[in-house]
């Protein structure tokens, strides 16, 4: 076993370890950066990056399903095999990271793969070899696909994201345990190329995280497409069987068959296998607790999903930033986590920021609500047909600013960035009411939104 001196040591290699291991070898530091999987993370190899591919192609599907009463006839026939394709050739270098790790090492990194596991402060071992860190560790390992103790769920193929991603091949059919973000996006991703997806969700209704009245909208939009969903129940019991694929039986007994199964149904953490108990660190936690510069303790940081404050990439590279100044000695300025942003790319996107109605509420807040419906501007009039949507705000009565937004419509995420402004600056409403708004773009829905706020 062989002792290595390094300043900073990162477990974990996702955007977020890389931003940080990348930042600070700049800096002059020297840096280890430990990944046991692949450089990148989650986001370019089976998430973000490949599964936007995937629904920018069932989007365009979509779309000339959409001429008829605007431009005359027109029809598509579905191939998933230019997608695989593109997926593996722009996104993914076919799950091969030379080029991320040339990445990091270029920035003045060293590269060691393997799985790390903390001993003591500021001590990492690593294919039995010790490396020890003169300013402390940074935990950036990311998450993996939560598959739920479902009776006969482990014994069966079962796809998780990494499964729907890779395949070459689409089935005739698929059940989808989960009706999240991801689960929600990649059902009716695949629903458009032919596949006839069933959705399993265990709370009462479609994306539970978001407004009652995106989860609204997503359920009229996934009737209309063909897309089954039950709701407020989950599986009970799942069974496969090589000529007939897999069963999902539910709580009332109702029997879903499908050639396929995508388990959707959040993420999970492996603090245990990272040793932390070595620091004084409960295995058990899920996420480690992080600060305003996101340390955990002195010597230690965590970043990106791990820090538990939202799983997704965005975040994850801010946390970086904050991460790599507290490091270096920089004063920095907290993250404002009241104006977290999040964009759910179905169709209609779902586009939220800061708190939801209910969250307002809840924390005593005085509310005001405003709520536009998208067909009722005069873009979304214009859009016609995949106009589905609203705008809704969240104003805190008392300091006449917004605490929370969503914007549900064909380019949601996109008017979600000036709501987010909004929220993050508390922009008086009186200030967003004297804007000039341009004519007529979905961001005008906004003002009209602000018309009706009393």
Not at 7 to 31: K, M, N, R, T
Not at 95 to 118: H, M, N, P, Q, S
Not at 319 to 337: C, F, H, S, W, Y
């Amino acid at each position: 076993m062989a002792e290595h001196q390094t300043d900073v040591i990162i477990i974990g290699l996702g955007p977020a370890g890389e931003s940080v291991g990348g930042q600070l070898g700049e800096a002059g530091l020297s840096v280890v950066g430990i990944e046991a999987a692949l450089v990148g993370g989650e986001c370019p190899y089976w998430g973000c990056i490949p599964s936007k591919m995937m629904i920018r192609a069932a989007n365009a599907l979509a779309e000339v399903g959409r001429v008829e009463g605007l431009a005359g006839t027109a029809s598509a026939t579905p191939d998933w095999g230019p997608v695989a394709q593109r997926i593996r050739e722009q996104a993914t270098d076919t799950w091969d990271d030379t080029v991320a790790v040339d990445r990091f090492v270029g920035k003045g990194g060293t590269f060691v793969r393997g799985r790390g596991v903390i001993t003591g402060k500021n001590t990492v071992e690593v294919n039995g070899d010790t490396y020890v860190a003169s300013k402390g560790i940074v935990v950036a390992t990311g998450t993996l696909a939560a598959v739920p103790p479902i009776p006969g769920l482990a014994d069966t193929p079962y796809w998780t994201n990494h499964g729907i991603v890779e395949t070459e091949t689409l089935p005739e059919s698929m059940i989808v345990l989960g009706a999240g973000a991801i689960g929600a996006e990649l059902g009716q991703a695949v629903s458009r190329f032919g596949v006839k997806v069933s959705m399993i969700e265990g709370a009462d209704r479609l994306m539970p995280n978001a407004e009652p009245e995106a989860s609204e909208v997503l359920a009229e939009v996934f009737n209309a497409e063909g897309i089954d969903t039950y709701v407020g129940q989950f599986a009970a019991s799942v069974s496969y069987d090589e000529a007939t694929g897999f069963t999902a039986t539910l709580q009332d007994g109702t029997e879903v068959v499908a050639e396929k199964l995508l388990v959707a149904t959040g993420r999970q953490t492996f603090l245990a296998d990272l040793g932390v108990a070595s620091i004084g660190i409960d295995p058990a936690s899920k996420f480690l607790d992080v600060d305003e510069n996101m340390a955990v303790q002195d010597g230690l940081w965590a970043v990106g999903d791990i820090a538990g404050e939202g799983m997704f990439t965005h975040l994850g590279l801010r946390q970086a930033n904050v991460a790599v100044d507290n490091i270096l000695g920089r004063e920095t300025k907290p993250l404002n986590m009241d104006a977290l942003s999040a964009v759910t790319f179905t169709d209609p996107e779902i586009g939220q920021v800061g708190m939801t109605e209910a969250q307002a509420r809840e924390a005593g807040i005085a509310v005001a609500i405003a709520n536009k419906i998208v067909g009722h501007t005069a873009r979304g009039w214009l859009h016609a047909n995949g106009n589905e949507g609203f705008i809704k705000l969240i104003v805190d009565t008392d300091r006449n600013v917004l605490v929370g937004a969503t914007s549900v419509g064909p380019h949601g995420g996109e008017v979600l960035a000036f709501l987010s402004l909004a929220v993050h600056s508390a922009i008086p409403i009186d200030e967003l009411r004297h804007m000039i708004f341009a004519y007529p773009t979905f961001h005008m829905g906004i003002e009209d939104a602000l018309k009706e706020l009393n």
